[in-house]
């Protein structure tokens, strides 16, 4: 006898400065849609860049960031969005940075989520935080619709920018824990991959068989190579107005600020010993110990790790 699968829900509503979940109610899912999803900052972007290349290339011409909209964020709004999204004809796939319970999900659809370690996801926030120009602010704090307060210009330390998003659970921008948390409670889902941004930079071409495992997309070994070379960090740091909204409009250093450095452990050079203790103690006490290991490490957590 088949077990029945019980599926998530939708439980919730989320809006900020950045958020629309009311998207998703009125989202149109085929049976072959794949959702990206994760926190922000935790390589959401070079997974929607590998999904692009496994499903549509390789091309080096695919203009991912416009193939590939971030479904939930509210601007622009749904009404303009959603038109567009039902248009495309390719097979789609979209991002998302919601928490599991305020998405509406879809048991047909393939979810791909990316994890990464909280204090990098940090470093990474604050660069792209702290390049955004103007038109950013503009876009995110006056469009009508925004719910709670506008988002400010980050501090000048980056210290104090880590101690207030762990103190304040993501400020400024949303809370970390339950978006990790509810993903990781549905792991075992048949139609969810976990990806982590450590596990992409230790073996790239082995985690894009493994996505190309989930979304049954066969490998064109003949040109592997450049499908391999189109999804790297360079080939992307180096044609970053492809992947980034707007061609990096928002950012007046231009789209390559967006895909910044790529790296891990910039945080070691600023926090204490007492600020690594904290994070971690809090890691566990909000994940438990499995998922905090995963959520650190990747793989290299063994058998913890989700297949």
Request: glycine share 6%; proline share 7%.
């Amino acid at each position: 006898m088949t077990e029945t699968i019980a599926w998530p829900t939708k439980t919730r509503e989320l809006h900020n400065h950045h958020f629309d979940s009311t998207i998703w109610n009125d989202f149109r899912f085929r049976h072959d849609d794949v959702v990206v999803a994760s926190y922000a900052k935790a390589g959401t972007t070079w997974t929607q860049q590998i999904v692009a290349q496994l499903l549509l290339g390789p091309d080096p011409d695919l203009e991912v960031a416009e193939m590939s909209p971030w479904l939930d964020l509210r601007i622009p709004p749904k009404d303009v969005k959603l038109p567009m999204v039902e248009a495309q004809t390719h097979r789609r796939f979209l991002k998302t940075h919601l928490p599991l319970d305020a998405l509406v999900f879809s048991p047909e659809a393939k979810y791909v989520y990316v994890g990464r370690d909280g204090r990098d996801i940090v470093w990474s926030m604050y660069n792209h935080h702290a390049n955004a120009n103007h038109l950013w602010y503009e876009a995110l704090n006056d469009t009508p619709g925004r719910v709670g307060p506008p988002i400010e210009p980050p501090p000048e330390d980056i210290w104090q920018y880590f101690r207030e998003w762990l103190e304040r659970d993501g400020h400024p921008f949303w809370p970390f824990w339950e978006n990790v948390r509810t993903w990781w409670e549905v792991r075992d889902l048949p139609n969810v991959l976990f990806v982590h941004f450590a596990d992409l930079k230790r073996d790239m071409p082995g985690q894009m068989r493994r996505i190309a495992r989930f979304l049954e997309v066969p490998v064109d070994e003949a040109r592997w190579e450049d499908t391999l070379e189109y999804c790297s960090f360079d080939w992307m740091k180096r044609n970053a107005a492809k992947s980034v909204p707007l061609g990096g409009a928002f950012w007046d250093a231009g789209a390559g600020v967006f895909i910044n450095r790529g790296t891990n452990g910039r945080w070691t050079e600023t926090l204490t010993p007492e600020d690594v203790a904290a994070y971690e103690a809090r890691a566990v006490r909000e994940l438990g110990r499995e998922c905090a290991q995963w959520l650190a490490m990747g793989e290299q957590a063994g058998s913890q790790t989700p297949s």
